[in-house]
């Protein structure tokens, strides 16, 4: 009898499921609608974050199994391919291997058929292949590596897009001066090697902190938004409020997560194989999980205006397509400039 998979495998098929529901067959719609200045605007697709934000609260799962704030990166990773970028563009991807490089891909892409198929068979069934895929991906910054949730690069741009996420269910008065000195550290870090690179910061945060720590919350916010307008910080910053039931709380942690402190240059070990695991959840299951969800809402109408997710989207992707040439992201700008009026 096949085990059970572990939380994150689990949740890797819900997600997986709820992206393709979304997109079927890779179809994303375009999120681009015009502002109140006559320019695009990012329109977030905020139903589909709601159910990926209800994984981790129907798996039950803490933060330091890493689900929690994982549901935020498969969603943002998701808004990229929405704006055009490709599948192998972005990390992570919405199939194992999560992280792959582009080149690679379209080296297996280019095998005669007879071979084809064992090469991606392979690549599929190893979540990490030393050198070449991996669970999750490290940037060099300046003085030393660090593990990035959301990126887009290839080898002949380097880094165009980096995004960090950081997510907090309860003890925020604890937690969160800590969250926010890493951000800082970690922004100078990158921001020094990247300059051009769209350097991003997104915070996923439980609405209950506004009744149980208002000035906490009020602290909060404001050097979040600080964080998105120094020179040598993000060039843009974003807040999730997450709103769901007491009875639905993430299990809380007897002290904090550890910090993954300074990364050895090379490939990383593999802390976690669960996507090499042979159990799955059957598609029937999977489908009944989702139609179960936890209800989760997001606070768009209490979250500051230069922390909504949707102009932190806009100053992002504007950002990457503004710093590259026009023959480069074609399907980006396309889907970007269909919503101008024509001259």
Request: aromatic letters at 6%.
């Amino acid at each position: 009898m096949a085990a059970r998979p572990s939380s994150k495998a689990e949740a890797w098929e819900i997600f997986d499921h709820i992206v393709e529901a979304a997109a079927p067959g890779g179809e994303h719609s375009n999120p681009w609608v015009p502002g109140s200045d006559g320019q695009p605007f990012f329109h977030p697709d905020y139903d589909t974050l709601a159910l990926l934000l209800g994984v981790p609260l129907h798996l039950k799962v803490g933060t330091q199994t890493g689900v929690p704030a994982l549901a935020l990166d498969v969603w943002l990773s998701y808004e990229l391919r929405r704006a055009g970028f490709g599948t192998d563009q972005v990390w992570p991807r919405p199939a194992n291997p999560r992280v792959l490089p582009a080149p690679v891909s379209a080296f297996v892409k280019s095998l005669p058929t007879a071979i084809r198929a064992k090469a991606q068979s392979h690549l599929t069934s190893n979540t990490s292949i030393p050198g070449v895929t991996s669970s999750s991906a490290s940037i060099l910054g300046k003085n030393y590596l660090k593990q990035v949730d959301v990126i887009i690069t290839d080898w002949v741009t380097g880094p165009e897009l980096l995004i960090s996420t950081k997510r907090m269910d309860s003890s925020y008065g604890k937690n969160a001066p800590n969250r926010i000195e890493e951000s800082y550290g970690d922004a100078k870090n990158l921001r020094l090697r990247h300059p051009i690179a769209a350097l991003g910061f997104l915070f996923g945060l439980r609405s209950d902190i506004l009744e149980k720590e208002p000035k906490t919350a009020e602290w909060l916010f404001d050097l979040l938004a600080k964080l998105g307008r120094e020179d040598d910080a993000y060039h843009s910053t974003c807040l999730v409020l997450m709103d769901y039931s007491s009875d639905q709380a993430l299990p809380v942690a007897v002290e904090e997560e550890p910090s993954e402190g300074i990364l050895e240059p090379g490939p990383q070990p593999i802390t976690d194989p669960a996507e090499d695991e042979i159990a799955h959840l059957a598609d029937s299951t999977v489908e009944n999980i989702v139609k179960t969800l936890p209800k989760v809402s997001i606070l768009e109408n209490q979250t500051p205006d230069d922390l909504s997710p949707a102009r932190f989207l806009t100053s992002l992707v504007t950002r990457v397509l503004a710093a590259t040439p026009v023959n480069m992201h074609e399907e980006a700008r396309r889907r970007r400039a269909s919503i101008l009026p024509r001259k």
